[in-house]
């Protein structure tokens, strides 16, 4: 089973900031916080992921709190293009292959 | 920017033929991997391969099921007797070696109907 917890769904108006929550209060301290998404059925695509520290680049931001028990994946300036599953998974590196254990994620529409 | 390729993009067949599923995955990846999501359903891992070998599969992954690399680009999936209840979307991914995380990356799928 998935070890994260995320809201089903939620909305954003185009052009505001889209925030997706989810907990993971197991996290191990080897394991890094990876988000995807899936828009429609294609496959999945990757966004961002981090181990503890806060991280950004060019599609997200990603907040994860100091006791990592939870992360916020931020969307800056939501587009309709965005709308989508999306999927926080927690992942241990193991410094080569590794399987991602999907869950139900959140669907988020984006709506103008 | 380098990514992985599945062909076909949709595959019918008929139940109990044979099917294979081709990926070519990014060019410096060593890692692989197929993943399948029925209708409607979680995206689910099938198998994991590294150094010509399987490095884990899941339940699902039973004997109609094989994987294979033929050659230094492509990465195969088979299914030895196709059933109904292998319709699904397929997904290939791969990851680089020795990075600092494993990231994976997905190709576009093979939407698999068996009749």
């Known amino acids: 089973d998935a070890k994260t917890t995320q809201p089903p769904s939620m909305d954003c108006a185009e052009g505001r900031a889209a925030n997706l929550p989810c907990n993971h209060s197991?996290?191990?301290?080897?394991?890094?916080v990876y988000w995807y998404r899936q828009i429609h059925s294609q496959g999945p695509q990757y966004i961002i992921h981090?181990?503890?520290n806060n991280e950004t680049n060019e599609m997200a931001s990603l907040i994860i709190t100091e006791d990592r028990k939870s992360s916020t994946l931020i969307l800056p300036h939501a587009t309709l293009r965005d709308t989508a599953v999306y999927y926080c998974?927690?992942?241990?590196?193991?410094?080569?292959?590794?399987?991602?254990?999907f869950g139900a994620g959140t669907r988020l529409a984006v709506h103008p | 920017e380098p990514e992985v390729t599945q062909t076909p993009s949709h595959q019918v067949t008929q139940m109990g033929q044979e099917v294979i599923l081709r990926c070519v995955p990014i060019?410096?990846?060593?890692?692989f991997y197929w993943y399948r999501q029925i209708l409607g359903q979680k995206v689910e891992f099938l198998v994991s391969?590294?150094?010509?070998?399987?490095?884990?599969k899941s339940e699902i992954f039973d004997d109609q099921f094989s994987v294979e690399r033929p050659d230094g680009s492509n990465f195969t999936l088979k299914i030895r007797s196709t059933k109904l209840e292998d319709s699904a979307m397929y997904f290939c991914?791969?990851?680089?070696?020795?990075?600092?995380?494993?990231?994976?990356?997905f190709g576009p799928g093979t939407r698999l109907t068996v009749l």
């Open positions: 991914a791969s990851s680089e070696p020795g990075g600092s995380t494993d990231t994976q990356y």
């Open positions: 197991t996290i191990s301290g080897n394991e890094y």
């Open positions: 981090g181990l503890k």
């Open positions: 998974i927690v992942a241990p590196f193991s410094g080569g292959y590794n399987k991602l254990i």
């Open positions: 060019s410096n990846h060593l890692y």
């Open positions: 391969f590294y150094n010509n070998e399987i490095s884990e």
